[in-house]
């Protein structure tokens, strides 16, 4: 019976490339990983990530793709292209307003991930599992 279960979980939204799409799939992040403790985290990536998407590509939509398995949560934007750049770590200076996206993306996750080809960019961003408490030590 073992090879019919499986500890992985996938989600996919699809937005069209509009910005109040980027607030939806917050949304949508919280939803699903209510009572992780990634969940703040997750928010903050999947709001960056459909940002760069909205803001950088001319595609008409971009998706999101959330793998939870029980050694990580792993977040994919991707967009259906239109740019003539690549996403990439900036460093702005402090009076830009924009341009720290993905260096936030960067601190929040354990491993940052883009691909670009013909269709457009992913971004994957993976977040681990946390570790298990440590149990206080019980009266025999």
Do not use: K
Not at 2 to 22: F, G, H
Not at 52 to 62: C, E, I, K, L, R
Not at 94 to 104: D, V, W, Y
């Amino acid at each position: 019976m073992d090879e019919y279960t499986s500890t992985v979980q996938v989600w996919e939204l699809s937005c069209p490339r509009l910005p109040a799409e980027v607030a939806r799939a917050r949304r949508w992040t919280r939803d699903i990983l209510t009572g992780s403790p990634h969940a703040d985290d997750a928010a903050l990536i999947v709001t960056e990530l459909s940002a760069n998407a909205v803001t950088h590509t001319t595609g008409p939509a971009f998706r999101i793709t959330i793998t939870r398995t029980t050694q990580a949560v792993t977040l994919a934007v991707t967009d259906t292209g239109g740019s003539p750049t690549h996403p990439h770590i900036t460093h702005p200076d402090e009076e830009s307003t924009h341009g720290r996206g993905l260096a936030i993306v960067t601190h929040l996750a354990a491993a940052l991930e883009i691909h670009h080809d013909t269709g457009g960019h992913t971004v994957t961003a993976t977040l681990p599992a946390p570790l298990p408490a440590a149990r206080e030590a019980q009266p025999c």
